[in-house]
């Protein structure tokens, strides 16, 4: 399973520079251990699918623990506005990246999928959507990554 995360474009930047190592979320996914590779698409004005990154990962807590053990890592100066993304939810997810690749050429998700539409936050991609975002996947990332990524899905430290 692939996910596309639909992120802002100072954190997309921020992830592809290596400024940003954990990934935070009000949500997370039906089952982590799934998760092989997470397309960034760059919300507006990029509109964009602009790189990937694996992850071995996803940390579930409250968001003040979350920012105890990531907001040095989050790509946030702030712990208010870090606190404010999560306000009125009792837990949170930080997705640990790893590996990560910035494509050489954005991509263009309406050119690519006839019928995209913007995730909220994040959505599961389909077999065919994979198949049009593969010949922009680096070689790294198309080895059998399934023992390998997310397949630690804890709560807490």
Do not use: C
Request: net charge negative; proline share 6%.
């Amino acid at each position: 399973m692939n996910v596309l995360l639909a992120i802002k474009p100072e954190f997309a930047e921020k992830i592809l520079n290596g400024r940003k190592n954990y990934e935070f979320r009000r949500t997370g996914f039906k089952d982590a251990s799934e998760i092989e590779l997470v397309f960034l698409y760059s919300s507006a004005p990029d509109s964009e699918i602009v790189g990937v990154f694996t992850s071995n990962r996803v940390v579930e807590a409250p968001p003040e623990e979350l920012w105890d053990l990531f907001g040095g890592e989050s790509g946030i100066e702030d712990r208010s506005r870090f606190l404010d993304y999560f306000e009125g939810k009792e837990t949170g997810h930080a997705i640990e990246i790893d590996d990560r690749y910035r494509f050489d050429t954005p991509i263009d998700p309406k050119v690519r999928f006839s019928d995209f539409s913007p995730p909220m936050s994040f959505m599961y991609l389909d077999d065919n959507k994979i198949g049009s975002l593969q010949p922009a996947i680096p070689d790294m990332f198309k080895q059998d990554t399934t023992e390998t990524n997310l397949t630690q899905y804890q709560t807490g430290n």
